[in-house]
C-alpha cells in the first residue's frame, strides 16, 4: 500500500501556470505507475496523465497534451504535474493515484479502475 499527499493547487488566471505535487509514503514507490486525474462538478472523474514506474513513459489526455507535462522522482517518492496555458474548463479537483504495476502503455495506464491508491485531491480554478 502506498499513501498519496498532493499539494500545490490554487487559483489562477487562464493562461497562467501550476505545478501540482503528490508526495507518496513507503520504500516501494518505484514500483508503482503513477496517474492524474481530474473531477469538475456535476461530472466523472477522468484522465489527465500517467507516467511508467521508472518514468520512461508518459501519456496525456488529448485535452491537455502540450500543455500539461508529467514527471516524477522515485529518490523523492514524487510525482509531478507541470499545468502550462491553463483554461476555465481545467477547473476540477485534482486527483493522484498509484497503480501496483511494471506495465506500460495507455491501454493499461489511463484507465481509472486499474489504480487502487488515491489522494484526497487538490482544487485547482481557473478563472476567466
Known amino acids: 500500500q502506498v499513501q498519496l499527499v498532493e499539494s500545490g493547487g490554487g487559483l489562477v488566471q487562464a493562461g497562467g501556470s501550476l505545478r501540482l505535487s503528490c508526495a507518496a509514503s513507503?520504500?516501494?514507490?518505484?514500483?508503482?505507475?503513477m496517474g492524474w486525474f481530474r473531477q469538475a462538478p456535476g461530472k466523472e472523474r477522468e484522465f489527465v496523465a500517467a507516467?511508467?514506474?521508472?518514468?520512461?513513459?508518459?501519456y496525456y489526455a488529448d485535452s491537455v497534451k502540450g500543455r500539461f507535462t508529467i514527471s516524477r522522482d522515485n529518490a523523492k517518492n514524487t510525482v509531478y504535474l507541470q499545468m502550462n496555458s491553463l483554461k476555465p474548463e481545467d477547473t476540477a479537483v485534482y486527483y493522484c493515484?498509484?497503480?501496483?504495476?511494471?506495465?506500460?502503455?495507455?491501454?493499461?495506464?489511463?484507465?481509472?479502475?486499474?489504480?487502487?491508491?488515491w489522494g484526497q485531491g487538490t482544487q485547482v480554478t481557473v478563472s476567466s
Open positions: 513507503g520504500r516501494t514507490f518505484s514500483s508503482y505507475a
Open positions: 493515484a498509484a497503480y501496483r504495476t511494471y506495465l506500460s502503455g495507455s491501454a493499461y495506464l489511463n484507465r481509472r479502475e486499474q489504480y487502487k491508491n
Open positions: 507516467i511508467s514506474w521508472n518514468g520512461g513513459s508518459t
